[in-house]
C-alpha cells in the first residue's frame, strides 16, 4: 500500500535558524496536506497542495509539491518557539489520507 | 460554532473487553474518519463514514467498526481489546460531500489505555 515518509524524525534548532522537512510518498498523489501538532494537543490543518510543482508560503512556512508529486517540503524561516511541535505530511489517494510519521520540531530561545 | 468534538477524553479498559468511542463533526461537516495515534507516530487511517456507510477502510482488523448516524457524528467500536490498541483515537470530519481529500479538522481525541 501507499506509503509517506518523512525526514528528519527530529530538529533541534535555535530561535531564529531555519527549519526544513521532507516528505516522500512511494506512489503519486493527488494532493498533499500539511499539518501541525502541538504537543498534547491534535493534528491542525497547516495548507493544501494540489498543483505539480506548486509553491505556497504562509508568512515564514514556504510548502512545495514536487513535479512528479510524489514528494513535498516544509520550510520555516526564522524559527520562533511558537514553531514547537510535530509537523506531518499527508498524502491524498482516494478518500484517504496517508499521514507520515511526522517532524518533531524543538526550538532553544 | 463547535468544532470536532470526541467523548470521552481518556479511557482504561482490559484486555478481551469493548470499548465505544464517539464523535461529533464540526457543524456543516458530513463525512467523519477515524484515526488510530500510537505515541511518537504519525496518525493511521482506520476508515471514513460518509452518508452513514463506511467509504474507506484503511488496514485494520474486523475487531475495529463504526457507524455515522443521520445527524453526522459517528462511532467507532473496538472489539476484543489487545495490549496494542492503547492509543490516542482520532475523529476529523470535513465537508466531504463526496470530494476527495478535503482538508480535516481533527478533534482532541480519546486516549484509550488497554491494560
Known amino acids: 500500500g501507499q506509503q509517506v515518509m518523512q525526514i528528519p524524525q527530529y530538529q533541534h534548532v535555535q530561535e531564529g535558524e531555519d527549519f526544513t522537512t521532507y516528505c516522500n510518498s512511494s506512489t503519486t498523489l493527488s494532493n498533499i496536506q500539511w499539518y501541525k501538532q502541538r504537543p498534547g494537543g491534535h493534528p491542525v490543518f497547516l495548507i493544501q497542495l494540489v498543483k505539480s510543482g506548486e509553491v505556497k508560503k504562509q508568512k515564514r512556512l514556504t510548502f512545495q509539491f514536487g513535479e512528479a508529486k510524489k514528494n513535498s517540503s516544509l520550510h520555516i524561516t526564522a524559527t520562533q518557539t511558537t514553531d514547537v511541535g510535530t509537523y506531518f505530511c499527508?498524502?491524498?489517494?482516494?478518500?484517504?489520507?496517508?499521514f507520515g510519521k511526522g517532524t518533531l520540531l524543538t526550538v532553544n530561545p | 460554532d463547535a468544532g470536532v468534538t470526541q467523548s470521552p477524553t481518556h479511557l482504561i479498559k482490559t484486555r478481551g473487553q469493548q470499548v465505544t468511542l464517539r464523535c461529533s463533526p464540526k457543524s456543516g461537516h458530513d463525512t467523519v474518519s477515524w484515526y488510530q495515534q500510537a505515541l511518537g507516530q504519525g496518525p493511521q487511517f482506520i476508515f471514513q463514514y460518509y452518508e452513514e456507510e463506511e467509504r474507506q477502510r484503511g488496514n485494520f482488523p474486523d475487531r475495529f467498526s463504526g457507524h455515522q448516524f443521520p445527524n453526522y457524528s459517528s462511532e467507532l467500536n473496538v472489539n476484543a481489546l489487545l495490549l496494542g490498541d492503547s492509543a490516542l483515537y482520532l475523529c476529523?470530519?470535513?465537508?466531504?460531500?463526496?470530494?476527495?481529500?478535503?482538508?480535516?479538522?481533527f478533534g482532541n481525541g480519546t486516549r484509550l489505555t488497554v491494560t
Open positions: 476529523a470530519s470535513s465537508p466531504g460531500s463526496g470530494k476527495i481529500n478535503s482538508p480535516l479538522h
Open positions: 499527508a498524502g491524498g489517494s482516494n478518500y484517504k489520507l496517508t
